[in-house]
């Protein structure tokens, strides 16, 4: 594994918050909004200051194999903080997938202890994070700390729903992990939902009960 040399520009916005006098800078991002089944998943990651940082991508851009390698090389790193917190399909229904997608990062963030002191998160702000912190646009692909939080909260949902591919077989959790494929919507049409699946989603809801749905919404 490679690392990224100082200057390299996926640590530029690191240096800037260094450099106004933040030590414990984290990256936050997601992994699982779109998906219709399975949960939401949030990663923070803090590299200590000093340390050597590997190479990073925005997990989106780089295959399954490389991703396991890249979070392998992310939680080497000596005296790394890191957390990694999931929202269930049932909540993500009872509190739409927005709010789910937003406590998962608060309680990923909290996980990382009262040291961290500024935030730098992937997409849009969140609100009432528990620390400063700054939205950064595409952060996953500017920011080695959001590329690294984008890791790990991948590589743990794509694990999670392998493993309930054993446990409700016939959907092909392992392969599409539970993003509406044309072999899923085929197996939703044939199987009917889950528990794991996220009724409030437009396809799935249109194959849940009337009652089932009054139940919901």
């Given at each position: 594994?490679?690392?990224?040399?100082?200057?390299?520009?996926?640590?530029?916005?690191?240096?800037?918050?260094?450099?106004?006098?933040?030590?414990?800078?984290?990256?936050?991002?997601?992994?699982?909004?779109?998906?219709?089944?399975?949960?939401?998943?949030?990663?923070?990651?803090?590299?200590?200051?000093?340390?050597?940082?590997?190479?990073?991508?925005?997990?989106?851009q780089v295959d399954e194999a490389t991703r396991r390698e890249m979070r392998a090389a992310i939680l080497a790193v000596p005296g790394v903080r890191w957390a990694v917190r999931e929202v269930s399909a049932a909540d993500i229904d009872r509190m739409n997938i927005l709010r789910a997608t937003d406590r998962a990062m608060r309680e990923a963030v909290?996980?990382?202890?009262?040291?961290?002191?500024?935030?730098?998160?992937?997409?849009?702000?969140?609100?009432?994070?528990?620390?400063?912190?700054?939205?950064?646009?595409?952060?996953?692909?500017?920011?080695?700390?959001?590329?690294?939080?984008?890791?790990?909260?991948?590589?743990?949902?794509?694990?999670?729903?392998?493993?309930?591919?054993?446990?409700?077989?016939?959907?092909?959790?392992?392969?599409?992990?539970?993003?509406?494929?044309?072999?899923?919507?085929?197996?939703?049409?044939?199987?009917?939902?889950?528990?794991?699946?996220?009724?409030?989603?437009?396809?799935?809801?249109?194959?849940?009960?009337?009652?089932?749905?009054?139940?919901?919404?």
């Amino acid at each position: 594994m490679n690392f990224l040399p100082e200057d390299h520009e996926l640590l530029s916005l690191e240096r800037m918050l260094r450099a106004e006098g933040f030590v414990f800078i984290a990256g936050v991002d997601e992994a699982g909004r779109g998906p219709l089944a399975g949960p939401v998943v949030a990663g923070a990651v803090c590299f200590p200051p000093g340390s050597r940082i590997p190479e990073v991508f925005d997990s989106k851009q780089v295959d399954e194999a490389t991703r396991r390698e890249m979070r392998a090389a992310i939680l080497a790193v000596p005296g790394v903080r890191w957390a990694v917190r999931e929202v269930s399909a049932a909540d993500i229904d009872r509190m739409n997938i927005l709010r789910a997608t937003d406590r998962a990062m608060r309680e990923a963030v909290l996980a990382l202890g009262e040291e961290i002191e500024f935030l730098l998160v992937d997409g849009r702000p969140v609100p009432h994070l528990p620390r400063p912190s700054r939205a950064v646009v595409k952060g996953d692909a500017r920011s080695a700390s959001i590329a690294a939080a984008s890791i790990l909260a991948k590589v743990y949902r794509d694990e999670w729903m392998v493993r309930a591919d054993t446990e409700f077989p016939g959907y092909g959790f392992a392969e599409h992990k539970g993003y509406g494929t044309k072999q899923h919507l085929e197996a939703l049409r044939r199987l009917g939902p889950c528990s794991l699946h996220r009724r409030s989603f437009a396809p799935v809801r249109e194959l849940v009960s009337p009652t089932e749905q009054g139940e919901l919404f």
